[in-house]
C-alpha cells in the first residue's frame, strides 16, 4: 500500500510583535543582508499598517531595496511613500532616494566592469535622474542631501552633454541636418 501526503496549504507563520521585525530587519541590515531586511520590513507593512513602527519600516524598505539592487522596487515604494506622506519630515530624504533609484538604474553591469561610456547609449534616465534630483533641490535647498545631488547633477549634465555631442557628430559625419533640440527643456 502506497500513501501519498501532499501539503496545499502553506503555513503562515504566528505574527511576531512588531518591534521584533523591526529589529530583525535594523540587524539584517547591518549584517549586509538587505533581502532578508526587505522580507522583516514588509512582514511589518503588511501586519502593522498603522503601527508604531510603520513609516519608518517604509523608508527602511526603499533604502533596503536599493541595497539589493532592486531599483525599481525602491523607485517604486518612494513614490508610494512620498504620496501616503507628504507631509513626513525625512520627505527630502524620500526624493533623494527616488532620483538615487532612477540613477543608479541606469548603471549597467556590464557597464561598471568593462568601463563602457554611458554618454553612448539612451540618456532619457539619466535626464530622468537629472529632474529628480533637480527637483529635490528646489523643494529642499537647505537638504543634508543637497551636496551630493547637486555633483551627481554635475555628473548627469556632462553626460548627457557628451550624448548630444556625439548625435551632433553622427549627423554631421553624414551630412544630415541635426535633429532640433531645445536645451532649456533639461536645465
Same mark, same amino acid.
Do not use: W
Given at each position: 500500500?502506497?500513501?501519498?501526503?501532499c501539503?496545499?496549504k502553506?503555513?503562515?507563520?504566528?505574527d511576531?510583535?512588531? %518591534?521584533?521585525?523591526?529589529?530583525?530587519? %535594523?540587524?539584517?541590515?547591518?549584517?549586509?543582508?538587505?533581502?532578508?531586511?526587505?522580507?522583516?520590513?514588509k512582514?511589518l507593512?503588511n501586519?502593522?499598517?498603522?503601527?508604531?513602527?510603520?513609516?519608518?519600516?517604509?523608508?527602511?524598505?526603499?533604502?533596503?531595496y536599493?541595497s539589493?539592487?532592486d531599483?525599481?522596487?525602491?523607485?517604486?515604494?518612494?513614490?508610494?511613500?512620498?504620496?501616503?506622506?507628504?507631509?513626513h519630515?525625512?520627505?527630502?530624504?524620500?526624493?533623494y532616494?527616488?532620483?538615487?533609484?532612477?540613477?543608479?538604474?541606469t548603471?549597467?553591469?556590464?557597464?561598471?566592469?568593462?568601463d563602457?561610456?554611458?554618454?553612448?547609449r539612451?540618456v532619457?534616465?539619466?535626464?530622468?535622474?537629472f529632474?529628480?534630483? @533637480?527637483?529635490?533641490?528646489?523643494?529642499?535647498?537647505d @537638504? %543634508?542631501?543637497?551636496?551630493?545631488?547637486?555633483?551627481?547633477m554635475?555628473?548627469?549634465?556632462?553626460?548627457?552633454?557628451r550624448?548630444?555631442? %556625439?548625435?551632433?557628430?553622427?549627423?554631421?559625419?553624414r551630412?544630415a541636418?541635426?535633429r532640433?533640440?531645445?536645451?532649456?527643456k533639461?536645465?
Open positions: 500500500m502506497l500513501a501519498i501526503a501539503a496545499n502553506t503555513v503562515q507563520e504566528a511576531l510583535p512588531e %518591534q521584533e521585525y523591526y529589529q530583525k530587519a %535594523q540587524a539584517a541590515l547591518e549584517d549586509g543582508l538587505p533581502t532578508t531586511a526587505v522580507k522583516h520590513l512582514d507593512t501586519r502593522y499598517p498603522f503601527g508604531e513602527y510603520t513609516v519608518r519600516a517604509e523608508l527602511d524598505l526603499i533604502y533596503a536599493l539589493a539592487g531599483y525599481i522596487a525602491a523607485h517604486a515604494n518612494v513614490e508610494r511613500f512620498i504620496k501616503n506622506h507628504p507631509d519630515s525625512s520627505l527630502d530624504y524620500a526624493f532616494m527616488r532620483a538615487l533609484s532612477t540613477y543608479k538604474s548603471e549597467s553591469f556590464l557597464g561598471r566592469y568593462l563602457l561610456d554611458p554618454s553612448e539612451d532619457s534616465e539619466l535626464t530622468t535622474s529632474n529628480e534630483f @533637480s527637483l529635490l533641490l528646489k523643494r529642499f535647498p @537638504s %543634508q542631501y543637497a551636496p551630493d545631488s547637486k555633483v551627481r554635475i555628473y548627469l549634465r556632462n553626460i548627457i552633454a550624448h548630444e555631442v %556625439q548625435v551632433a557628430r553622427y549627423y554631421f559625419k551630412k541636418p541635426c532640433p533640440y531645445d536645451a532649456a533639461l536645465f
